[in-house]
Every structure is written in C-alpha cells, then in structure tokens.
C-alpha cells in the first residue's frame, strides 16, 4: 500500500548555515498535505488499522494529530470521529470538518477527550488513533530519516527535533538506528511549561506535568511516551528547553528567512540554531566538531499572522 505522507524537500538554508558556520539542512514536514510530521506515523498507523479489519477512526486531539488522521481517514474512505477538549480553536475544528471528519468536544482537557475516546474505541470495528504513543506511528515517523539520508550529500553531525509527547523523537531516532546514524546525537528541543521530556530525564524516571503553561500548545503532553525515555539509554541526546519567547522569536525569523509560518511547537527547534546554542554545548564540552545539522521542520496547523502577533504582544515582543 502507498503511504499517505508525501515526499518532502529537503535543502540548505542559507540564512541558518551563516549564522551556525556550518551547513543547516531543513526538512521540511510543514508542507505535508494536513501541515505537519504526523501524517507520516499516523497515515502508517490508520492503513494498518485498516489492514485488520477496522472500518471507523476514533483520534484524540484538538491539533495536528487529529488532523492528519481525518486525513488518512479521508484518503482510506473511511469514517473518522475526532474529540477534542473544548479548548481547541474553532478554526481547528472546523479544519477538522472540512477533512470529513465527525468533531465531538468533550471536556476541558486533552485527558478527558481521551477518556471518551478510548470509550468510543470499544466499539466494534473502531480503532483507537493515539497522538505519539504506538510503534506504527514510530515506525511510520522513521521514514523522515530515511528520506533526509537519501536527499543529504554526507551524514549530518547533529539532527534537532522538538518534542511533544515524543512520537516524532521516537521515529526519528528509530529510522537513524536503521540508516546507521547511531553515533549522531540528538538535540531534543521543549519550551518551558511543556517540558515532560526533559523533566523526567532530569528525573531519571517519567515525571507527568501538572499543567502544560506554555504557549506551544502542540508541545503539550503532560507524559511523554515511556519509548522516548528509554531511548536515553541508547543514544546520545541532549534535552533542552527553550522559553516561549525564543520559540516564538525563532518562528518570527523563520517567517522572514524563509517565508514559512510555522507554529511554537516547531520554532523550539528552530530556536536550536537562531539562539546560537550549538556553540554554547561545544564550550561546555557536550558536542565536538559539527560539520553539519539536520532540522525537522515539523510544522503545525496553530499558527496564522494574527496568533504570531497575539503571541508577541502576550510576550512583550512587539
């Protein structure tokens, strides 16, 4: 069967190789037909789903997830129920109705859009589509790596993701174990109030986050994945959490460089380089030389012209 994501380029973006003084490649998932990475795990999940007989989606999430599974939804013809906490935008769910699929709002959460979806999941014939925490989706996710090798002219020395609940982390990192990057690190970039990765690395176990504050709302998984963590183990990852105005700043010069929108939840990584910090990590002795970096450009359907100027006036950034 043909995966649902598409292709995506990959190229050098001037404007960061200047400032990293090495070549900065993009990969840019913000162009996927629902506008972000999940496709890619999530098309994976829902045509295997598919394959096993299921003849109704049922997906939790006021965002991209949601998104891209009405998209598969839609591709595979077959009928998708999304829930969303009522703290989801209405042009969201109205997104969401134009892709075909059902929206129910439930709660004030993303926990309580789960609960009743888990609930619906029980039906005959339904399957259940999590955000980020399922192998196919992981598997699925892994096929950006697989890509960027094929398209990069050398192995990057550094590949930068954000992290939310850890699905795009876990793919990634499953498809540069397949490639054979298992010596290249990994920057796993948060913003401050949606930082569950990092706080449980500090912890050393999973920590849940009381509430997510932050203003990357896709960021927001109070858990991450226990396959997130236990990838810590394995690989070299540095975990560092950004504060919203670097995210949103760093969304700001993407804008500019590039004449792309994307949301917080992706500027975190972007912030990776327009905040300079691979060279703050080589002065403390955490990366050696870098030759090159590879971005995932990860995307996301929360941005427009008018929530960046609601941010940076939320911000003091105006």
């Known amino acids: 069967m043909e995966?649902?994501?598409?292709?995506?380029?990959?190229?050098?973006?001037?404007?960061?190789?200047?400032?990293?003084?090495?070549?900065?490649?993009?990969?840019l998932e913000n162009v996927q037909p629902p506008g972000s990475f999940k496709i890619r795990g999530i098309?994976?999940?829902c045509q295997k789903a598919m394959q096993r007989g299921c003849n109704h989606m049922v997906c939790s999430s006021g965002g991209n997830a949601g998104l891209a599974a009405a998209y598969a939804a839609k591709k595979l013809k077959i009928p998708c129920t999304v829930i969303v906490p009522g703290s989801t935008p209405m042009f969201i769910v109205e997104r969401l109705r134009e892709e075909g699929a059902t929206v129910e709002i439930c709660g004030s959460s993303w926990d309580d859009a789960d609960a009743r979806t888990l609930t619906l999941a029980e039906q005959p014939g339904y399957a259940y589509?999590?955000?980020?925490?399922?192998?196919?989706?992981?598997?699925?996710?892994a096929s950006v790596i697989h890509e960027s090798a094929a398209q990069l002219p050398e192995k990057p020395s550094i590949v930068v993701v954000?992290?939310?609940g850890g699905g795009l982390l876990s793919g990634v990192l499953q498809g540069m174990h397949s490639v054979g990057w298992t010596d290249v690190p990994v920057v796993a970039m948060e913003t401050k109030g949606a930082d569950s990765f990092n706080a449980s690395v500090q912890a050393g176990k999973l920590v849940t986050l009381d509430a997510i504050t932050s203003v990357a709302k896709c960021l927001?998984?109070?858990?991450?994945?226990?396959?997130?963590?236990?990838?810590?183990?394995?690989?070299?990852?540095?975990?560092?959490?950004?504060?919203?105005k670097e995210a949103v700043l760093a969304c700001d010069k993407f804008a500019d460089d590039h004449r792309m929108l994307v949301e917080p939840a992706c500027g975190a990584a972007l912030a990776c380089v327009y905040e300079r910090l691979f060279k703050v990590w080589q002065e403390q002795g955490k990366l050696g030389e870098l030759k090159s970096a590879l971005v995932i450009v990860c995307g996301g359907n929360l941005v427009?012209?008018?929530?960046?100027?609601?941010w940076k006036d939320q911000l003091g950034l105006s």
């Open 3 to 27: 995966p649902l994501h598409i292709k995506t380029p990959l190229f050098e973006s001037h404007a960061m190789t200047k400032l990293a003084g090495f070549p900065v490649y993009l990969k």
């Open 43 to 45: 098309g994976n999940l």
């Open 129 to 141: 589509i999590p955000p980020f925490n399922h192998p196919d989706i992981w598997e699925g996710v």
């Open 162 to 164: 954000s992290v939310g």
């Open 220 to 244: 927001g998984a109070r858990r991450v994945a226990t396959n997130a963590l236990e990838w810590t183990k394995n690989h070299k990852i540095i975990s560092h959490v950004c504060s919203d």
């Open 304 to 310: 427009s012209l008018k929530a960046m100027k609601e």
